[in-house]
């Protein structure tokens, strides 16, 4: 069974994706950048934008019926790899002790000129036995 779960960004419906899907024990995770209501968070901050864009990640996952301790891999898309300790550090304090499976990567640019780190998550729900969860 498929569920998608929405967001608020203004792009979703001009693409056409999901901020998350959920199929079974498996959610997958869009791209999310530090963007609510159309406007860009922290402008000039790669830190700030990281625990904004986290912050997002983690409501999408609660909405899927998933923690952010589920998550097994994250991809960080970075436009300054120079800021890559200061957005390495926010990504620490929240997955420091899950240590999921991470790549960080620079690109020239993301979809807004503001936006300085754009972050996927992919998770994998299992319950308190270690079995996986259907999310029905």
Known sequence: MRRNIAGTSPWESVVGYSRAVRVGPVVQVAGTTATS???????????????AALAIIEEALREAGAELRHVIRTRLYVTDISQWEAIGRVHGEVFGALR???????VSALIDAAHLVEIEAEAYVWDDAGEAGSGE
């Open 37 to 51: 209501a159309g406007v860009v968070l922290h402008p000039g901050d790669a830190a700030g934008q990281t625990r």
């Open 100 to 106: 999921p499976a991470c790549s960080m990567v620079q």
